[in-house]
C-alpha cells in the first residue's frame, strides 16, 4: 500500500512540473490569448489521436449523457485556460500561477455537490489560508492595479478549473484519461475555430517551437497524467497535491524569463502552498488507517 501510494505520488508530481512549464510559456508566448489557447487546443489534439489510436485506446463515447459532460467539460476548461492566461499576461508567473491554485479549496467546497461524501472541515481552515494568502498576492484593492487584475482573472480560472475536474471524475473511472483529454482539446479546437478569422495569427511563424512545447509537454502529456491521477485519489487531494505547481512555474519563470517574486509574494504563496503539505499528510494518514 505504502509502495503504491509513493508510485502514484511520484508520478502526480511529474505531471505537475510538465503543467508548470504554462506559466513561462503562457506569458512569453506573443500571440492573443485565444489564438494561443486554439493552437494549444489544435496541436494536442493531434499528438492525444495519435497516441490513443498507437495505444489502440478506444474513443468510443458510450452514451449521449456521457457526450454532454465532455461538451460542458471542455467548455469550463476552455475558460479555465483562456482566464488563466489573461491572469499571466496582466501580472506575472508568480501571481497567475498562485492565485488560480485556489482551485483546490474551491474543489473541497464543491466536491461533497458532486459526490456522495462528508464535507470535511479541516478544508474550512485550508480556505482561510488561501483566501489570506490571495490577500498578500494583490494588497491593494484597485481595479486599475495590473496584479488586483490577474490574481481575480486566476480566481476565476480557478472557479472554472475545478468545476471541470469534478465533472471528470465521474467519468475517469469509465474511460482512459489520454481519451479524455482528447475529447478536451478537440472539443475546443471547434469551438474557438472562429478566433482565427478576426485575431492576429501571424505571429505562429516565429512562437511555433514554443506552442509546441505548450501543446505536447504542457497538455498532452501533463493534463493526461493528471487525469489519471483521479483513479487514485480524491480530485480535492489529487488538486492540493498538484498545488506545487507554482514552486516549479515560479522557478521556470526566473530560469527563463528572469522574473523576481516581491516579498509579498513569497509570503502569499507560502500560505497557499502550504495546503499542499497539509493535504498531503492528511491523505497519507487516511490511507494508513
Not at 508548470?20 to 500571440?31: D, N, V, W
Not at 482512459?176 to 478536451?184: R, T, V
Request: hydrophobic share 55%; proline share 3%.
Amino acid at each position: 500500500m505504502k509502495e503504491a501510494h509513493f508510485k502514484h505520488v511520484f508520478w502526480l508530481t511529474i505531471a505537475t512540473i510538465f503543467i508548470s512549464t504554462s506559466g513561462a510559456l503562457g506569458k512569453f508566448i506573443e500571440m492573443p490569448t485565444p489564438v494561443i489557447i486554439w493552437w494549444r487546443c489544435a496541436l494536442a489534439a493531434i499528438c492525444l489521436f495519435a497516441f490513443c489510436r498507437f495505444k489502440k485506446i478506444k474513443l468510443r463515447i458510450k452514451s449521449n449523457q456521457d457526450l454532454v459532460t465532455f461538451i460542458l467539460a471542455a467548455l469550463f476548461m476552455g475558460g479555465h485556460w483562456i482566464t488563466y492566461f489573461y491572469a499571466l499576461k496582466l501580472s506575472n508567473v508568480a501571481i497567475g500561477m498562485l492565485s488560480i491554485f485556489t482551485f483546490p479549496v474551491i474543489t473541497a467546497f464543491l466536491e461533497p455537490f458532486f459526490f456522495k461524501i462528508k464535507f470535511d472541515p479541516v478544508h474550512l481552515v485550508l480556505g482561510a489560508l488561501v483566501l489570506f494568502g490571495i490577500y498578500f498576492l494583490a494588497p491593494e484593492f484597485d481595479l486599475e492595479n495590473d496584479h488586483l487584475k490577474g490574481a481575480l482573472f486566476g480566481v476565476l480560472s480557478a472557479v472554472l478549473y475545478a468545476i471541470r475536474n469534478l465533472m471528470l471524475k465521474k467519468k475517469s473511472a469509465n474511460y482512459n484519461g489520454s481519451m479524455l483529454m482528447f475529447y478536451q482539446v478537440a472539443i475546443l479546437t471547434v469551438v474557438l475555430a472562429p478566433v482565427l478569422f478576426f485575431m492576429d495569427t501571424s505571429a505562429i511563424v516565429s512562437q511555433f517551437p514554443y506552442v509546441i512545447i505548450l501543446a505536447l509537454l504542457t497538455t498532452a502529456i501533463g493534463h493526461t497524467m493528471f487525469i489519471n491521477s483521479f483513479k487514485y485519489f480524491k480530485v480535492s487531494t489529487a488538486s492540493i497535491i498538484g498545488s506545487t505547481q507554482p514552486i516549479f512555474g515560479i522557478i521556470i519563470a526566473f530560469l527563463f524569463l528572469n522574473e523576481i517574486p516581491e516579498w509579498n509574494t513569497f509570503i502569499g504563496g507560502t500560505l497557499i502552498i502550504s495546503t499542499v503539505v497539509i493535504e498531503s499528510v492528511r491523505s497519507k494518514r487516511k490511507l494508513k488507517a
